[in-house]
Nanobody
Framework: QVQLVESGGGLVQGGGSLRLSCAAS????????MGWVRQAPGKEREFVAG????????RYADSVKGRFTISRDNVKNTVYLQMNSLKPEDTAVYYC????????????????????WGQGTQVTVSS
């Protein structure tokens, strides 16, 4: 089993920054992919960013490219999402997810490829 705990959400003005953290514990294998997924009110969950533990390969949704950066600390078993230039449309609950689909350099964007999920952390961006 894998446990994921998110933190770092909050209220921020448009143009501001936040850093989310996802602490992973349990049977995390070096080849896992870690992803950030968000769900805005009344909308479906959408992939935001992902990273492969072993290679550090990353993948981003077009809507966050150039503004968000995903990274990992292999010693602390923690994944981060640095969010800059935040917009009101970034308001959502952000979930951390983990999955084994794919090889060492592949980062899945399909939500079905992620097997474990955290409880989520709220991010609210005011205009």
């Amino acid at each position: 089993q894998v446990q994921l705990v998110e933190s770092g959400g909050g209220l921020v003005q448009g143009g501001g920054s936040l850093r989310l953290s996802c602490a992973a514990s349990g049977r995390i294998f070096s080849n896992y992919a870690m992803g950030w997924v968000r769900q805005a009110p009344g909308k479906e969950r959408e992939f935001v960013a992902g990273i492969r533990w072993s290679s550090g390969s990353t993948r981003y949704a077009d809507s966050v490219k150039g503004r968000f950066t995903i990274s990992r600390d292999n010693v602390k078993n923690t994944v981060y999402l640095q969010m800059n230039s935040l917009k009101p449309e970034d308001t959502a609950v952000y979930y951390c997810a983990a999955g084994q689909t794919g090889g060492s350099y592949y980062v899945p964007s399909r939500l079905d490829d992620y097997d474990y999920w955290g409880q989520g952390t709220q991010v609210t961006v005011s205009s």
